[in-house]
């Protein structure tokens, strides 16, 4: 089996979860201090677009080829998964509900290796002869 573009598969492999959990925490202390920020303005708007936690969030995505935005869900939506409960994430395979489960950085990070390992397999599988 070979695959045609290796890049993806060398840049998730040096990505530890140690270094993505210092990342997200980077990212979540940069957050509290725009808020911060934000208020001090007076609710004026800002280009959240470039701000440092924003620029780091779409890093990581494009590391993990993250189309479907789930470190943003995580950190927008779920605010950190605080506010995740089961249920919140759901997915059906064979006709069953399953649940996504994402409550901590942990399950950001085995959520986003999950679908990058697919990812690999299925490029595997079609360059197989």
Same mark, same amino acid.
């Given at each position: 089996?070979?695959? *045609? &573009?290796?890049? /993806?598969?060398?840049?998730? +492999?040096?990505?530890?979860?140690? @270094? @993505? %959990? #210092?990342?997200?925490? +980077?990212?979540? &202390?940069?957050?509290?201090? #725009?808020?911060?920020?934000?208020?001090?303005?007076?609710? =004026? /708007? !800002? /280009? %959240?677009?470039?701000?440092?936690?924003? =620029?780091?969030?779409?890093?990581?995505?494009?590391? !993990?080829?993250?189309?479907?935005?789930?470190?943003?869900?995580?950190?927008?939506?779920?605010? !950190?998964?605080? *506010?995740?409960? /089961?249920?919140?994430?759901?997915?059906?395979?064979?006709? *069953?509900?399953? &649940?996504?489960?994402?409550?901590?950085?942990?399950?950001?990070?085995?959520?986003?290796?999950? &679908?990058?390992?697919?990812?690999?397999?299925? +490029?595997?599988?079609?360059?197989?002869?």
């Amino acid at each position: 089996m070979k695959v *045609k &573009n290796y890049k /993806d598969t060398v840049i998730i +492999a040096l990505l530890s979860y140690k @270094f @993505f %959990a #210092e990342c997200i925490a +980077a990212i979540k &202390n940069q957050y509290k201090k #725009e808020e911060e920020i934000y208020k001090v303005l007076g609710g =004026m /708007d !800002f /280009d %959240a677009f470039n701000l440092p936690s924003s =620029m780091l969030m779409r890093t990581l995505g494009l590391l !993990f080829d993250d189309k479907s935005d789930w470190i943003g869900y995580y950190v927008h939506e779920l605010n !950190f998964g605080k *506010k995740y409960t /089961d249920g919140t994430i759901t997915e059906t395979v064979n006709g *069953k509900k399953i &649940n996504i489960k994402l409550k901590t950085t942990q399950d950001l990070f085995n959520l986003l290796y999950s &679908n990058q390992s697919s990812k690999e397999e299925k +490029a595997n599988e079609s360059n197989v002869k």
